[in-house]
Each structure stands twice: as structure tokens, then as C-alpha cells.
């Protein structure tokens, strides 16, 4: 049975549950990156790949469907080990990533950036 401190919050909770994971099947990952793009594809042209607690912020900006299947992979993988991909309720996406240095659980979303554009 797994040692899990019950007097975490909800995020330290997931974070050592996400212990147990193995890292995502290389088939599945890549079945969910070709979701997740035609998604983005089809539903703005603006999306940000956000994790707070490491401060890393990238904003894709989707030129061709293409080109978004082609950066995606490597800007997920070049974090850590792909732990899972859940598309949420909101439509945004919750993935889970073990840094590969540290082996620390960490939580990025993926979700429609188009409000946080100024185009003048």
C-alpha cells in the first residue's frame, strides 16, 4: 500500500498519487496528441501549455495542424515522462509529467488561450 500523507491539499495528493503511474505507453501517447491537436486545430488558434508551480508558460500560436502535431510532442516530452492526458469537463487538458531528474510529479494544462491575445 502506498504511503500517501492525508493532510495534503487536493494538488500534493494527486502529486504523490501519480507515484504509482507508470510513464504513458508510447501508442497511447501518441493516440492522445492526435486528439489534442485536432481539438486545437479546430477550436482556436491560440493555446497555452501552463504548469505555475515551475513557471513555464509556452503559448502555441496554430499555423497549420501540421506544425502544431509536430511541436507538441517534443514540447510535452522534452519535460518528463508523459504520466497521463485527461481532457477535463472545461475542455482544457490536465497532463501529468515526472521530471526526469527530480522523478517529481507535475500538473500542466493545456487549454484555449485565445482571451489572453491582444491583436491591435
Do not use: C, H
Not at 498519487?17 to 486545430?41: H, T
Not at 484555449?112 to 491591435?120: L, T
Request: cysteine-free; glycine content about 4%; hydrophobic content about 40%.
Amino acid at each position: 500500500m502506498p504511503d500517501i500523507d492525508l493532510g495534503l491539499n487536493l494538488y500534493d495528493f494527486n502529486k504523490q498519487a501519480m507515484n504509482q503511474l507508470e510513464p504513458m505507453d508510447p501508442i497511447e501517447f501518441n493516440k492522445r496528441v492526435k486528439e489534442i491537436v485536432s481539438e486545437m486545430d479546430a477550436k482556436s488558434k491560440f493555446w497555452m501549455l501552463l504548469n505555475n508551480e515551475r513557471k513555464d508558460y509556452t503559448v502555441f500560436i496554430i499555423l497549420t495542424k501540421e506544425g502544431i502535431e509536430n511541436e507538441i510532442k517534443p514540447t510535452l516530452t522534452n519535460r518528463g515522462q508523459i504520466l497521463s492526458i485527461d481532457k477535463q469537463e472545461d475542455d482544457n487538458y490536465e497532463i501529468w509529467i515526472r521530471d526526469f531528474d527530480t522523478k517529481e510529479n507535475f500538473v500542466y494544462y493545456l487549454f484555449d488561450y485565445s482571451f489572453g491575445i491582444v491583436k491591435a
